[in-house]
């Protein structure tokens, strides 16, 4: 693994030289410059950078030795350790009896910067394991090889624990996650996806517990908060709980096809539940595997017939109504009479009497899987 490069490199000269006012070099184990306050010198071979290497102890080299080496300035030259290994070398330009005071403090700094950047990469390097390791839980088929539960015991990540999942719609996903980040408990997971966060969020353990009442109230406040610091407005969908892995890589299919259902059904709304979206999500699932096509000629003869859209907007409302005649004239500021009529022509036309029960499901089902296309 490559710990010195020339960035890093290049950023502890630049912090450095901007404390120090000296030029400051930093070479590879190689003794090739890596980073330097005089960028021409950069790819240069040092050979006082070599000679420490070798010895493995600071070299001051003074303007008569410089002269005899190869790409060498008067200063002093330091070893830079990582892990009791020497990594590289850095050197302050200017005569020894100046500087010699500030070499160790450079060194110390050098080696502080490193450590820093590696600390830096294993956490990322973690947490795109980490987020891997979702990856895979949400489309779990079965079964899961020894280096994932290897990972995941390296991770902390407790398999065990029962999560659900939720599903965040969001404009900007660098903000929202910034904000969710400080709000998520130490045994919740997330992904980040294009557009989306995936949440699998740890439930609280219990017979007393209300799931669905505890990750609502939950997503309202994230809502509100990125709303209101954020101005965002973000779309939450949450799947139910089940059991063990599979169940929740079936909640994650359930918050992703929710999310589908309610963006389509009601995208005025912000919080959507697959307990809300069970109808809907079934069509949704039906409909990709071509089981909904017979509904399509329903809808399809009513529209036909009704291009104002007065059949469709009665029998919309008849049903939001539960087949109330009363609220359902009321609501449209039309005669009980005209109502009757409009059914009548909806049953004429489709052939279901929107005042049976079966017949009405049926449309209602056509209905919303028309919406969901």
Do not use: C
Not at 43 to 68: C, L, P, T
Not at 177 to 190: N, V
Not at 255 to 269: E, F, M, V, Y
């Amino acid at each position: 693994m490559e710990f010195l490069n020339k960035q890093l490199a290049q950023e502890i000269v630049d912090r450095t030289m901007s404390i120090l006012g000296r030029n400051i070099n930093v070479m590879d184990n190689r003794g090739v410059i890596i980073g330097s306050g005089d960028k021409n010198r950069i790819d240069d071979f040092h050979e006082g950078a070599v000679m420490v290497v070798d010895k493995g102890q600071g070299y001051a080299i003074s303007d008569e030795e410089a002269e005899k080496l190869n790409g060498v300035k008067a200063g002093i030259n330091l070893p830079i350790t990582f892990e009791g290994k020497i990594v590289g070398v850095i050197g302050i330009t200017g005569p020894p009896d100046e500087i010699i005071n500030y070499g160790e403090l450079v060194r110390m700094a050098a080696e502080l910067s490193l450590q820093q950047a590696v600390l830096m990469n294993e956490i990322q390097w973690d947490e795109r394991l980490r987020e891997e390791l979702v990856s895979q839980i949400i489309h779990f088929e079965g079964t899961f090889d020894s280096l994932f539960l290897e990972r995941s015991k390296r991770l902390g990540i407790d398999l065990q624990l029962p999560r659900t999942a939720m599903v965040i719609l969001t404009s900007d996903r660098k903000k929202s996650f910034s904000f969710l980040k400080s709000r998520l408990e130490k045994e919740d997971l997330y992904l980040m996806q294009h557009d989306r966060i995936v949440i699998l969020k740890k439930i609280p353990s219990g017979n007393n517990t209300n799931e669905l009442a505890y990750l609502r109230k939950i997503a309202e406040d994230w809502h509100n908060g990125m709303k209101e610091y954020l101005k965002l407005d973000v779309k939450i969908a949450i799947g139910e709980y089940h059991e063990g892995l599979s169940g929740t890589a079936k909640s994650f299919l359930q918050a992703s096809n929710t999310l589908i259902a309610g963006l389509k059904l009601d995208a005025d709304q912000h919080i959507f539940t697959y307990k809300d979206y069970y109808l809907p999500v079934f069509l949704l699932v039906a409909s990709r595997d071509g089981l909904t096509e017979d509904l399509d000629p329903l809808v399809e003869v009513l529209s036909k017939k009704d291009p104002k859209g007065e059949l469709t907007d009665t029998l919309r409302v008849y049903i939001e109504t539960n087949g109330d005649m009363n609220g359902t004239s009321q609501q449209l500021y039309i005669h009980r009479n005209t109502l009757r009529y409009r059914l009548d022509k909806i049953t004429e036309i489709t052939g279901k009497d929107p005042r049976k029960t079966a017949d009405l499901l049926h449309l209602y089902i056509a209905l919303v899987n028309k919406e969901l296309k």
